[in-house]
């Protein structure tokens, strides 16, 4: 029979519950460098890592159509990125589906912290997209972000972002206005340039 030697170290004790492991921004751009997320699509919120779902058809349709028209709408001096990250904090980067960041491609060496527009494209991301996202954004000083709901076929405009100590991030929007399939809303980065909703919607 098989005798069991025992270290000549005593063990370590071992901790009352496991404990989390949470990541910064730096760590987790270097597991995603080192291919750790080759097969899904992850996003980082407060330390943890969160898989997104596969986006289908609609989710896509939806996004490459916000994806023309915020390129059309802002141009020179502008660049709309897609599924990009965004850094906010040391531990988040939430890979919003499109940003509109001010300059030009050339002056990101880094990822920005910062946006003027942040859209959403929402099926199964709905309950993130307006909860945790939202807290998120908002306390990232975010001015407007918009969630496309292609469940409700509406864009749901968040604004004025203010702190508010009741939320895990410590800050809310003030206004959250849905709009449906009927109606038009302008970013506030571009005022004149009026965007009505079903354009958005597959």
């Not at 939806?62 to 023309?68: E, I, K, M, R, W």
């Not at 990250?85 to 060496?109: F, I, M, N, W």
Request: aromatic share 8%; charged share 20%; proline share 11%.
């Amino acid at each position: 029979m098989p005798v069991l030697t025992l270290p000549a170290t005593p063990l370590r004790p071992v901790a009352a519950r496991p404990t989390r492991k949470r990541f910064t921004v730096r760590e987790f751009h270097e597991m995603w460098e080192a291919g750790w997320f080759d097969q899904c699509k992850p996003m980082l919120i407060a330390g943890e890592v969160y898989e997104m779902a596969k986006p289908g058809p609609a989710h896509n349709t939806s996004l490459t159509l916000a994806d023309y028209i915020f390129k059309a709408i802002f141009a020179a001096g502008y660049v709309v990125r897609i599924q990009m990250p965004l850094v906010l904090g040391q531990t988040s980067d939430p890979e919003p589906d499109l940003a509109v960041v001010g300059g030009s491609p050339r002056d990101y060496a880094t990822h920005p912290s910062s946006d003027l527009l942040v859209v959403e494209v929402a099926d199964t991301s709905l309950d993130m997209d307006t909860g945790a996202k939202a807290q998120l954004y908002a306390a990232a000083g975010i001015a407007d972000y918009w969630v496309i709901d292609l469940d409700s076929r509406q864009v749901i405009v968040y604004r004025d972002p203010r702190p508010d100590p009741g939320n895990p991030f410590g800050a809310s929007y003030a206004t959250v206005k849905p709009l449906p399939a009927g109606q038009a809303v302008a970013p506030l980065a571009a005022p004149q340039a009026l965007v009505n909703v079903a354009d958005m919607l597959p």
